[in-house]
């Protein structure tokens, strides 16, 4: 006896067929039990089999629940002054130099208290969980010294708490010099070492966080500095990611790949090398469109260079305050299409499996088959075509959470 028969619908299980990407399976139904997916077949063949409940959904689509791989959910304040700033023509690397930017986000988080931050927190995440958000990754590295990112760790865990969503939590060990420190070489190792001796094993000894991020730019970290973090980072049992080539060509996708990282995220600047790297080491390309949109960048991801190397793409929101203020899912898949010119399929895949693979959790989540967790989404459309397709489309009409509607 099941507990539940989702019946009368159409699936995109995300199990590629030759000439279906998507595994599209028309007219279907899928058992569920103690939350997991156990069958998914043809509606009539399933309609013989016992369940505690059965919920027909007259037509719609299901999807696997959104997974939303890149997101700095937790901190204080807004930076729309420089959504202002921006439109009077700075930069995004004039305002980190003058003082803004994620310094100045570092400054309201410190300023928070652990309640302003989780309530705010925990609006952004109730956004993106009405968009089909049903796992979600969570970097710090708005705190910059060890107790202010175990804080932020912390809080993401508190949020996820109690609600149906699974929250992925990651140590952004290198995002920004803490302002205190100087910009000279030796407050810069100074620091570098800390994170390396000190924040990245106590992180790793709370179990705060699956992974570990740096920021690879002129105005961030050198190869060199991501390097010691992720040997670090690696060292104390946690698998790497990077932001990397975002506004420049630092080599990062192949750092990120020589170090066998999850993901390398960003990637407008990426090159051939780079590409092949990340295709060797299996590394996830995770696209940002939200923060190249924010920009205004002219400099699009390589993602003919990605398809020929074939480097799983996956997109998300990067919801941040800074560079990408985007609380809809289905907005960075059309943004995808309609920016960098991915498919329909494509950006379908970048929020469900291929999301899935950059945490590391493809055996988990991210598709609709046997054996996985039952997060799934129903949408109330007739084309599948349509998640990438509307500007600022309403959530799916259920979203249900290991089985149940949520
Ligand atoms: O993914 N690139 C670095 N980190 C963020 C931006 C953070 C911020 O500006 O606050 C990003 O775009
Ligand atoms: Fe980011």
Redesign the pocket.
């Known amino acids: 006896m099941w507990d539940r028969l989702l019946t009368d619908c159409h699936v995109a299980t995300l199990v590629p067929q030759p000439g279906n990407p998507l595994g599209a399976f028309p007219n279907a139904a899928i058992g569920i039990a103690d939350g997991r997916i156990v069958r998914v077949g043809k509606r009539a063949e399933l309609a013989g089999f016992r369940a505690k409940e059965v919920t027909a959904l007259g037509g719609a689509w299901v999807t696997p629940g959104l997974v939303d791989c ?1 997101t ?1 959910l937790v ?1 204080g304040g807004t ?1 729309a002054n420089e959504h202002a700033m921006r439109r009077a023509g700075a930069s ?1 690397e004039e305002i ?1 130099k003058a003082g803004g ?2 310094a100045s ?1 570092v400054a309201a988080t410190k300023a928070a208290s652990t309640d302003e931050l989780r309530d705010s927190a925990r609006r952004r995440l109730h956004a993106l969980m009405a968009g089909g958000v049903t796992t979600i990754e969570i ?1 710090s ?2 705190g910059l010294d060890t107790a202010a990112e175990i804080r932020l760790l912390n809080t993401a865990k508190a949020i996820g708490r109690d609600e149906p969503v699974r929250i992925v939590p990651t140590l ?1 060990a290198l ?2 010099l803490p302002p205190e420190a100087l910009q000279n070489a030796e407050d810069r190792n100074a620091y570098v070492k800390m994170v390396a001796e000190e924040m990245i094993p106590a992180v790793a000894k709370l179990g705060l966080a699956t992974s570990a991020d740096a ?1 690879c ?1 002129t105005i ?1 970290f050198t190869p060199q500095e991501v390097e010691r973090i992720f040997t670090a980072a690696r060292a104390n049992g946690l698998p790497v990611r990077l ?1 990397a080539e ?2 420049s060509n630092q080599n990062g996708a192949a750092l990120a790949a020589k170090y066998k990282a999850l993901s390398a ?2 990637l407008e600047h990426l090159d051939a090398a780079g590409a092949k790297a990340m295709a060797a080491a299996g590394t996830v390309a995770v696209l ?1 469109p939200g ?1 190249y949109y924010a ?1 205004n960048e002219k400099k699009k991801p390589p993602v003919q260079l990605l398809r020929d190397h074939a480097v799983p793409i996956a997109i998300a929101t ?1 919801c ?5 203020p985007l609380l809809s899912p289905t907005l960075a898949m059309n943004m995808a299409c309609t920016l960098f010119g991915l498919t329909p399929e494509e950006a379908i895949t970048g929020m469900t499996i291929n999301a899935a693979r950059a945490l590391g959790l493809a055996h988990d989540i991210g598709s609709v088959e046997a054996g996985k967790a039952a997060d799934l989404a129903v949408w109330r459309i007739a084309d599948i075509a349509e998640l990438g397709y509307w500007i600022g489309m309403p959530g799916p009409e259920r979203r249900i959470f290991a089985g149940v509607d949520a």
């Open positions: 890149h700095h901190f930076r995004y980190a930017g994620i986000t970097k590295g708005y952004l995002h920004a920021f730019e961030a932001h975002q506004l995220d960003h940002l923060a920009l990067d941040n305050p800074g560079t990408s």
